[in-house]
Protein backbone atom coordinates (compact mmCIF):
# COMPACT_ATOMS: atom_id res chain seq x y z
CA UNK A 1 0.00 0.00 0.00
CA UNK A 2 1.42 3.09 -0.60
CA UNK A 3 1.89 6.18 1.53
CA UNK A 4 -0.74 8.79 0.18
CA UNK A 5 0.86 12.23 1.40
CA UNK A 6 -2.73 14.40 1.63
CA UNK A 7 -3.42 11.13 4.05
CA UNK A 8 -2.00 9.03 5.44
CA UNK A 9 -2.42 5.90 5.47
CA UNK A 10 -4.91 5.34 2.48
CA UNK A 11 -4.76 3.38 -0.12
CA UNK A 12 -4.00 5.64 -3.52
CA UNK A 13 -5.83 4.17 -6.79
CA UNK A 14 -4.02 4.67 -9.90
CA UNK A 15 -5.49 7.90 -10.82
CA UNK A 16 -4.85 9.43 -7.44
CA UNK A 17 -1.49 8.67 -7.64
CA UNK A 18 -0.83 10.28 -10.79
CA UNK A 19 -2.67 13.24 -9.67
CA UNK A 20 -0.16 13.80 -7.16
CA UNK A 21 2.56 13.23 -8.88
CA UNK A 22 1.21 15.78 -11.48
CA UNK A 23 0.95 18.26 -8.32
CA UNK A 24 4.33 17.52 -6.51
CA UNK A 25 5.63 18.04 -9.68
CA UNK A 26 4.73 22.08 -9.21
CA UNK A 27 3.29 24.24 -11.62
CA UNK A 28 5.77 23.17 -14.33
CA UNK A 29 4.03 19.58 -13.96
CA UNK A 30 0.73 20.89 -13.88
CA UNK A 31 1.11 22.59 -16.83
CA UNK A 32 2.55 20.12 -18.70
CA UNK A 33 -0.04 17.41 -17.69
CA UNK A 34 -3.01 19.11 -18.73
CA UNK A 35 -1.71 21.23 -21.97
CA UNK A 36 0.77 19.07 -23.11
CA UNK A 37 4.56 20.43 -23.55
CA UNK A 38 4.65 24.33 -23.11
CA UNK A 39 7.12 26.06 -24.98
CA UNK A 40 9.64 28.43 -22.95
CA UNK A 41 8.93 31.96 -23.01
CA UNK A 42 10.71 34.28 -25.38
CA UNK A 43 11.92 37.35 -23.49
CA UNK A 44 9.88 40.22 -24.65
CA UNK A 45 6.86 38.79 -25.96
CA UNK A 46 3.55 38.21 -24.03
CA UNK A 47 2.26 34.80 -23.76
CA UNK A 48 -0.63 33.84 -26.10
CA UNK A 49 -4.07 32.93 -24.00
CA UNK A 50 -5.49 29.75 -23.64
CA UNK A 51 -7.05 29.19 -26.91
CA UNK A 52 -8.87 25.74 -28.32
CA UNK A 53 -8.89 26.72 -31.95
CA UNK A 54 -7.14 29.12 -34.77
CA UNK A 55 -10.60 30.67 -35.00
CA UNK A 56 -10.81 31.51 -31.25
CA UNK A 57 -7.24 32.59 -31.34
CA UNK A 58 -7.93 35.17 -33.79
CA UNK A 59 -11.27 36.68 -32.45
CA UNK A 60 -8.66 37.13 -29.07
CA UNK A 61 -6.17 38.83 -30.96
CA UNK A 62 -8.69 41.04 -32.95
CA UNK A 63 -10.13 42.05 -29.30
CA UNK A 64 -6.82 42.69 -27.81
CA UNK A 65 -5.96 45.01 -30.33
CA UNK A 66 -9.06 47.01 -29.89
CA UNK A 67 -8.10 49.87 -27.85
CA UNK A 68 -11.23 50.15 -25.15
CA UNK A 69 -10.95 53.54 -24.19
CA UNK A 70 -11.59 54.85 -28.09
CA UNK A 71 -14.62 52.32 -28.67
CA UNK A 72 -17.27 54.93 -28.96
CA UNK A 73 -21.26 54.16 -27.94
CA UNK A 74 -23.41 52.85 -30.63
CA UNK A 75 -26.23 54.48 -31.80
CA UNK A 76 -29.01 53.94 -29.61
CA UNK A 77 -26.61 54.47 -26.75
CA UNK A 78 -25.89 58.33 -28.31
CA UNK A 79 -29.50 58.77 -28.78
CA UNK A 80 -30.16 58.74 -24.94
CA UNK A 81 -27.22 61.09 -24.17
CA UNK A 82 -26.54 64.50 -22.96
CA UNK A 83 -23.87 66.60 -24.78
CA UNK A 84 -23.50 70.00 -25.98
CA UNK A 85 -24.14 70.77 -29.78
CA UNK A 86 -21.40 70.55 -32.23
CA UNK A 87 -20.58 74.28 -32.27
CA UNK A 88 -19.41 73.89 -28.48
CA UNK A 89 -17.58 70.42 -29.05
CA UNK A 90 -15.56 72.35 -31.76
CA UNK A 91 -15.12 75.47 -29.11
CA UNK A 92 -13.63 73.14 -26.32
CA UNK A 93 -11.76 71.14 -28.50
CA UNK A 94 -9.70 74.39 -29.74
CA UNK A 95 -9.29 75.57 -26.04
CA UNK A 96 -8.33 72.17 -23.99
CA UNK A 97 -7.37 69.93 -26.64
CA UNK A 98 -7.13 66.35 -25.07
CA UNK A 99 -10.88 65.91 -23.92
CA UNK A 100 -12.86 62.52 -22.60
CA UNK A 101 -16.99 62.55 -22.55
CA UNK A 102 -17.71 60.37 -19.16
CA UNK A 103 -21.32 58.80 -19.80
CA UNK A 104 -23.15 58.75 -16.38
CA UNK A 105 -26.68 56.86 -16.27
CA UNK A 106 -28.96 57.07 -12.87
CA UNK A 107 -28.14 61.36 -12.73
CA UNK A 108 -31.65 62.64 -14.67
CA UNK A 109 -35.41 62.34 -14.13
CA UNK A 110 -35.83 62.00 -17.92
CA UNK A 111 -34.31 58.87 -18.32
CA UNK A 112 -31.60 60.71 -20.49
CA UNK A 113 -27.95 59.91 -20.00
CA UNK A 114 -25.78 62.77 -18.57
CA UNK A 115 -22.63 63.33 -19.89
CA UNK A 116 -19.71 64.95 -18.69
CA UNK A 117 -16.79 66.70 -20.45
CA UNK A 118 -13.02 66.23 -19.10
CA UNK A 119 -9.66 67.75 -19.76
CA UNK A 120 -6.15 67.13 -18.92
CA UNK A 121 -4.65 68.76 -16.40
CA UNK A 122 -0.94 69.43 -15.85
CA UNK A 123 1.53 68.73 -13.24
CA UNK A 124 1.40 72.23 -12.25
CA UNK A 125 -2.18 72.80 -11.86
CA UNK A 126 -2.67 69.12 -9.90
CA UNK A 127 0.18 70.56 -7.41
CA UNK A 128 -1.39 74.08 -7.39
CA UNK A 129 -4.81 72.40 -6.08
CA UNK A 130 -3.13 70.03 -3.59
CA UNK A 131 -1.79 73.02 -1.61
CA UNK A 132 -4.82 74.79 -1.90
CA UNK A 133 -6.72 71.66 -0.44
CA UNK A 134 -4.09 71.55 2.63
CA UNK A 135 -4.39 74.90 3.65
CA UNK A 136 -8.02 74.61 3.87
CA UNK A 137 -8.11 71.65 6.03
CA UNK A 138 -5.84 73.24 8.24
CA UNK A 139 -8.55 75.94 8.80
CA UNK A 140 -11.66 73.41 8.69
CA UNK A 141 -10.66 70.28 10.15
CA UNK A 142 -13.80 69.04 10.07
CA UNK A 143 -13.48 68.83 6.18
CA UNK A 144 -10.89 65.51 4.81
CA UNK A 145 -8.43 66.74 2.45
CA UNK A 146 -9.10 63.91 0.05
CA UNK A 147 -12.46 65.35 -0.49
CA UNK A 148 -11.28 68.97 -0.69
CA UNK A 149 -8.90 68.16 -3.31
CA UNK A 150 -10.69 65.81 -5.54
CA UNK A 151 -13.57 68.48 -5.06
CA UNK A 152 -11.16 71.05 -6.92
CA UNK A 153 -9.87 68.66 -9.33
CA UNK A 154 -13.34 68.17 -10.71
CA UNK A 155 -14.78 71.91 -10.58
CA UNK A 156 -11.42 72.67 -12.66
CA UNK A 157 -11.42 69.27 -14.91
CA UNK A 158 -15.07 69.41 -15.72
CA UNK A 159 -15.11 71.78 -18.88
CA UNK A 160 -18.89 71.21 -19.50
CA UNK A 161 -21.42 71.30 -18.13
CA UNK A 162 -19.87 73.84 -15.47
CA UNK A 163 -19.43 71.84 -12.28
CA UNK A 164 -18.29 74.90 -9.60
CA UNK A 165 -17.32 74.09 -6.19
CA UNK A 166 -20.59 75.25 -4.42
CA UNK A 167 -22.52 72.80 -6.92
CA UNK A 168 -20.29 69.82 -6.04
CA UNK A 169 -22.00 69.60 -2.74
CA UNK A 170 -25.44 68.80 -4.03
CA UNK A 171 -24.35 66.44 -6.47
CA UNK A 172 -24.54 62.86 -6.07
CA UNK A 173 -22.26 61.20 -3.61
CA UNK A 174 -20.06 58.91 -6.28
CA UNK A 175 -19.77 61.52 -8.92
CA UNK A 176 -17.08 63.37 -7.95
CA UNK A 177 -14.86 60.23 -7.04
CA UNK A 178 -15.98 58.19 -10.23
CA UNK A 179 -14.76 61.63 -12.12
CA UNK A 180 -11.56 61.89 -10.32
CA UNK A 181 -10.74 58.25 -11.13
CA UNK A 182 -11.11 59.41 -14.95
CA UNK A 183 -8.86 62.77 -14.50
CA UNK A 184 -6.48 60.81 -12.86
CA UNK A 185 -6.03 58.33 -16.18
CA UNK A 186 -5.95 60.88 -18.62
CA UNK A 187 -3.33 62.40 -16.32
CA UNK A 188 -1.30 59.43 -16.66
CA UNK A 189 -1.65 58.42 -12.79
CA UNK A 190 -2.00 54.11 -14.08
CA UNK A 191 -1.06 51.42 -11.93
CA UNK A 192 2.66 50.19 -11.68
CA UNK A 193 1.81 46.87 -11.99
CA UNK A 194 -0.58 47.42 -15.52
CA UNK A 195 2.26 49.62 -16.97
CA UNK A 196 4.75 47.22 -16.09
CA UNK A 197 2.81 44.42 -17.91
CA UNK A 198 2.96 46.15 -21.48
CA UNK A 199 6.78 46.90 -21.22
CA UNK A 200 9.11 45.47 -23.50
CA UNK A 201 12.89 45.00 -23.13
CA UNK A 202 15.40 47.45 -25.75
Known amino acids: MDKNPL ?16 LSAGPSGIESS ?17 VSSEENLSQVETKQKQPVLDEGPDEAMKEQMVLP ?8 KAKYGLLRVVPIPYTRDDG ?9 LTRS ?9 RKIAESKPNLLPDEIFQEKIIATA ?3 PSLPE ?18 QQMGLFFNPEAIMAVTFPL
Open 7 to 22: GEGREIPMDDQGLIDM
Open 34 to 50: VHGEIPPQVEGTFPLPN
Open 85 to 92: DEKIKAAL
Open 112 to 120: KIQCYILRQ
Open 125 to 133: QWRTMESSA
Open 158 to 160: CVW
Open 166 to 183: HQIATSPAGLVPTLFGVV
